[in-house]
């Protein structure tokens, strides 16, 4: 990547107020070219929001936008969403029911001239392979389908910054996986700048080169899935990412005790000082002898590869989540539980 | 506007797109507005000894009479309305669907067009007494007649026949969709046919019927040509009489706001018979009517027929037959297809101009959702409330003013006269059409709108098109059915419309509608049967509409709603 080239989109200090409560506060970000960045958080974070700043069709906002370089909203500038060359992908899709698919796709390209848009066209309906939905109109399309129509007409103008809000979420899962797969292969072929807003962690670990994890209008954290699944930085980017089992500890002399025993890496923190140690389920050891301490089986779910239990331990109020990939019978109760101390989290409570 | 090299058009951060829209939405605002307020500054400009000598000699009086009438067409319209409603809700009887759509032709009989044919109808010589004396063997009125429709009573029942639709629609619509769960529940609580009628049904059906009864008392107050006929003077006659005949603008403007207050006195009433309801139905199935066995079907059959009868059936059939033996007498005459021709042109003009600024006002507040676009909003579309009259006789101040500065300057400028602008072309009445029906066009596009979603906006923004660019490719195709149907509403409500035409006029300018008028006014019976035949089918037209859509595209009641607790939410969604 050519450092010298500014970054397709610049974001410095962007903040965005609805009355009194603020949906953004002081967002700075940079996405490069070709860069798919995933911006994820609970429903109200202000993803959405950060979606509608960059596109310019919500123009209240403090803070600077720059685009290639060049600022497109700033306290004394504001270029209109029709000069920004965005495209954007709606989570309803937005198309334009009386309009034929095609025209859909053309909708953007009437600075062309006619030949080359029809060009054009045929060439985004053969990248999303919808030709054989010739002539129809949206209401004559599946859910994907007018999602891949969606899709073809954001990126026919070829757009500097694609965004997308929610793009797969009205898809029923197994139809999502597909169609989510054949849309990133598709930007990538492209080398399309990206920004994709979604509430589901899988699916920002699994799309995102770099995730921008969002908490009440803020940025928490950023980085690579890794970062943010193996090396969250705040409680809540370890809740969010999931699946983690939460014993409550206290600190002492520079070690944590919890009632699964002590850890290492006490948050600088005093004395005393309550903290939260985290454990995914795949951090334990699981035997049918004896083990650090004991459990009993209270629930199964076989998930195929691996299994996930849900054991009860008598100093814990609540039961751990397990997984393993042995095969425990399904006739034992009580297992033997060892801990991999290492792969803990501790955060300060 | 090249996309893929985006032209860095930067404007200043204060200007938002839209603000174009937004004044234009003020302009026509103001617009609806100007008549009213000149009609308060005329009224107070009137001398205090004026004013005392229209208080004592003509208002009680009129005022008096004008809310008996109120009283009687609301207590029929109220009655007929609801039974009506009840009947092809709650019943299954042979006729049933055709008597649910059927019911709403009175809508195509303008009350002026009511009263004239049953002047004729229950004429001591008409075929109604002709045929009572037959039947009880009497050789000539002197002997027996029934009393004379010429009455408060024949104008009442002639009113309360002609509008109880404004009744039944709604009331109708309520029944239908309440949930049959409530219905079912009283039934398990052993209340019996009658009572689930009166203690459920009626109760939760209040809302519904406290709005028809308004918007029927409103079309009440705004009728000249039926009190006229009938000798009842009301508010709208003296109105019209104190400045026809009289000429004395000041005293007409004081009798039109009294007017005015009668009806600010009709919308308080009509909410606090809503008040505090906000009923949702339950869901789950809506009523299921009940089979009724072959004799009690007939039966209500007949019943349910019998307002068609009173309030449509007999009067268009009269009309068929006058004018029938008029065109086999006469033919048609170049008069008459000349007002048919001035009918349609003023119709045509008010009918775009109302269109296009209902467009402007719908799509300020789509596009600048704010209290400034809300209330551009809800003042040009209070015109609906004012009758007729009261609309004219502010744009009669207005316009006159106007004509006498374009006059003056005129003289001022070019040394010669321009006569009378607006007043004498006609305009006038185009402009105070455009001011009363303002609300239909907006609504129907205010409702368009809505159903469009915010993201066709943003997706059209991102894909290189202005605001402007938005509204012809975007706004404008997806809201053209509903905008289509709003103009053949106010098409027809001018083509029906009576009392600002007759006193907006310029001299010699007749429509279908001033001709009837002034022939019953005479007395004489020559063309206006075929005029008024030809408003009654014109008029049908958006009640075959609304026949087959089964919904009401409603003259007045949706963008009320929306007026008065919708607007500004609607503003805010």
């Known amino acids: 990547m050519d450092i010298n080239q500014p970054p397709v989109l610049e974001l410095d200090g962007v903040g965005r107020r609805f009355g009194r409560t603020a949906a953004l506060s002081d967002v700075s970000l940079c996405v490069s070219a070709g860069e798919i960045v995933c911006l994820v958080g609970h429903s109200g974070c202000g993803k959405s929001s950060l979606l509608r700043i960059i596109s310019g069709v919500d123009p209240d906002h403090q803070g600077r936008v720059a685009m290639a370089g060049r600022t497109v909203a700033g306290p004394s500038v504001f270029v209109e969403p029709e000069a920004r060359s965005v495209g954007f992908v709606f989570q309803d899709y937005a198309l334009f029911p009386h309009l034929s698919m095609e025209r859909n796709i053309a909708f953007g390209l009437s600075h062309l001239p006619r030949a080359e848009a029809d060009r054009r066209v045929a060439e985004m309906i053969g990248h999303v392979g919808i030709g054989h939905l010739a002539g129809r109109y949206p209401h004559m399309l599946s859910g994907g389908e007018q999602q891949r129509v969606a899709l073809a007409r954001a990126l026919a103008p070829q757009p500097a910054i694609l965004l997308m809000d929610e793009p797969f979420s009205n898809l029923d899962r197994g139809l999502r996986e597909q169609v989510r797969t054949d849309t990133l292969s598709l930007l990538r072929r492209l080398a399309t700048t990206v920004v994709i807003v979604t509430h589901d962690p899988e699916e920002a670990l699994s799309v995102g080169d770099r995730i921008v994890l969002l908490q009440s209008g803020r940025i928490v954290q950023t980085g690579s899935g890794y970062d943010l699944y193996d090396r969250p930085q705040s409680r809540y980017a370890a809740e969010f990412f999931g699946g983690f089992n939460a014993l409550a500890g206290t600190c002492r002399n520079g070690i944590i005790e919890t009632p699964l025993g002590t850890f290492e890496g006490a948050p600088a923190s005093q004395e005393g000082a309550s903290v939260r140690v985290y454990l995914r389920p795949q951090s334990f050891e699981i035997s049918e002898g004896e083990g650090e301490f004991q459990g009993r089986i209270v629930g199964r779910q076989f998930l195929g590869e691996v299994e996930q239990l849900v054991i009860g331990v008598e100093t814990l109020q609540a039961p751990l989540r397990v997984r393993t990939m042995r095969r425990i019978p399904r006739d034992r109760e009580v297992v033997g539980l060892t801990v991999r101390r290492a792969e803990a989290i501790a955060f300060a409570a | 506007m090249a996309a893929p090299a985006p032209s860095w058009r930067a404007t200043p951060r204060a200007r938002k797109g839209g603000a174009a829209w937004l004044t234009a939405a003020s302009a026509a605002a103001l617009f609806v507005l100007l008549p009213l307020l000149a009609l308060v500054s005329e009224a107070v400009q009137g001398s205090a000894a004026h004013l005392a000598g229209i208080a004592t000699t003509i208002l009680p009086a009129a005022l008096w009479t004008t809310l008996v009438l109120l009283a009687g067409v609301g207590a029929i ?43 004729d109808i229950l004429h001591p010589l008409g075929p109604v007494q002709g045929l009572i004396r037959d039947l009880l063997g009497y050789a000539s009125p002197r002997e027996f007649r029934l009393p004379d429709v010429r009455s408060m009573t024949g104008c009442v029942v002639l009113l309360g026949f002609a509008l109880y639709p404004y009744v039944y629609i709604p009331t109708r619509a309520m029944f239908l969709t309440q949930s049959s769960g409530l219905l079912d529940a009283s039934r398990t609580l052993g209340v019996s046919a009658r009572a689930r009628f009166w203690r459920v049904a009626l109760p939760l059906a209040r809302p519904a019927v406290a709005v028809g009864v308004s918007l029927a008392l409103m079309e009440a107050l705004n009728d000249i040509g039926a009190a006229e006929f009938l000798g009842v003077r009301t508010l709208t006659v003296s109105i019209y009489t104190t400045w026809i005949t009289r000429t004395d603008l000041p005293g007409a403007a004081q009798i039109a706001l009294a007017l005015l ?9 009509e909410r606090w018979a809503r008040r505090s309801q906000r009923f949702a139905s339950g869901g789950g199935r809506t009523l299921q009517p009940r089979k009724a066995g072959p004799f009690a079907g007939i039966g209500l059959l007949i019943l349910g027929l019998i307002p068609i009868l009173i309030g449509f059936a007999a009067p268009a059939l009269y009309l068929v037959q006058a004018a029938w033996s008029r065109y086999q007498f006469a033919g048609v005459s170049a008069r008459l297809a000349g007002e048919a021709l001035n009918t349609i042109l003023l119709a045509a003009s008010a009918t775009a101009v109302a269109a296009a600024l209902g467009l402007v006002v719908a799509y300020a507040l789509r596009i600048r959702p704010g209290p400034h676009s809300a209330w551009a909003y809800r003042l040009a579309t209070v015109g609906y409330a004012a009758p007729g009259t009261v609309i004219a006789i502010g744009m009669l101040i207005v316009l006159g003013l106007a004509d006498r500065t374009i006059d ?49 906006d943003q997706a059209s923004r991102t894909l290189g098109r202005g605001a402007t660019g938005t509204f012809w490719q975007v706004h404008l195709p997806l809201s053209a059915p509903a905008l289509a149907a709003g103009a053949l509403l106010v098409f027809v409500d001018c083509v029906k419309e009576l009392p600002a035409t007759l006193l907006l006029r310029p001299l010699n300018v007749e429509t279908l509608a001033t001709h009837l008028y002034g022939e019953a006014a005479r007395g004489t019976y020559e063309e206006a049967a075929m005029a008024a035949l030809a408003i009654v089918v014109i008029a049908m037209l958006p009640v075959v509409l609304l026949a087959r859509v089964g919904v009401m595209p409603n003259r007045h009641a949706a963008p009320r709603q929306e007026v008065r607790s919708g607007g500004a939410a609607a503003a805010a969604a």
């Not at chain 2, 040394?415 to 006609?426: H, I, Y």
């Open chain 2, 77 to 119: 319209a109220a009655s007929v309305g609801t039974t009506a409603a009840w009947l092809v809700t709650a019943h299954d009887f042979p006729g049933r669907r055709m008597l649910s759509w059927a019911l709403l032709l009175p809508l195509a009989m303008p009350t002026y067009i009511i009263a004239y044919a049953y002047l």
């Open chain 2, 261 to 269: 207050m009668v009806v600010v006195l009709l919308v308080a009433l």
């Open chain 2, 408 to 456: 003056a300057a005129a003289h001022h400028w070019f040394g010669s006269a321009a006569g009378l602008v607006f007043l004498g072309s006609g305009a006038a009445v185009v402009l105070a059409y455009v001011a009363r029906f303002l609300t239909i066009p907006a609504g129907a596009v205010e409702a368009g709108l809505a159903r469009i979603p915010l993201s066709l």
